[in-house]
C-alpha cells in the first residue's frame, strides 16, 4: 500500500491511499521547533469523509514526549527502546507481537522487522519537485508491505514520530556544523 501525503510535512498532511481515499488527517497548529501536538483522526469505513480520533504525539523539548493511541497514553521513553548508545534507530513491539526498528538513516527513514532477515516493511519517500519535461515529480509517500497492513495506524503514529525526531537531529547538526565553520 502506497500513503500519498498531501504536503512535505508529515504532521500537517493527510494521507491517501493512491485512488485517493484519505485515510488519515493528520493536523500539528504549532510550528516551533520542539513542542506542539499532532493529531491524529482515523477515516471511517466506506470513506465517505467522516474521521475519528485515533491518537496524539504530544511533543516536548525538555522532557519525554507523550503518545496517546487505543485508549492510553505512555511517555516516548518506554514505547519506544534505542538500538545501541549511539543509534538513533527506534525500537516498539507492535499490537501483532512482533518488534520494529525505524532506522533514522541520513537520507531515509525506514521501518524493518528487528528480528531474523530485518526484512524493510515501511519506507519514506520525500517529495520530488518537477522539472519540466526533464523529470516528473512526486508527492511524498509512506509506502507499506501488505504484511503489516494490519498495523497501519501504529506505522503511521509512530513513522509521524520518528520524522519529527529525524528532521530535528538534521536541524541540531546543521546548527553545530554551522558553529562550526563560523569559529574557523
Known sequence: MCLILSSDRPRNSTYATESGHILYQV???????SEGTATICKAVWPFQGQFVFYGQIEF???????????GFEVSVNNYFH???LFSMDKIFRASD?????WKLETNTLKLV?????????????????SFGPFSKGRPA????????????????LTFIYCHKLKEDNKKST???????????
Open 27 to 33: 493536523d500539528n497548529p504549532c510550528k516551533t521547533f
Open 60 to 70: 516536548h523539548a525538555f522532557h519525554s514526549t507523550r503518545l496517546r493511541f487505543n
Open 82 to 84: 534505542k538500538a545501541g
Open 97 to 101: 507481537g512482533k518488534e520494529y526498528r
Open 113 to 129: 522487522r528487528n528480528e531474523g532477515n530485518k526484512l524493510e516493511v515501511a519506507k519514506f519517500k520525500e517529495s520530488k519537485p
Open 141 to 156: 509517500s509512506l509506502e507499506v508491505e501488505p504484511s503489516v497492513e494490519q498495523i497501519l495506524d501504529e506505522i503511521v
Open 174 to 184: 546543521e546548527i553545530v556544523m554551522n558553529a562550526a565553520t563560523s569559529v574557523s
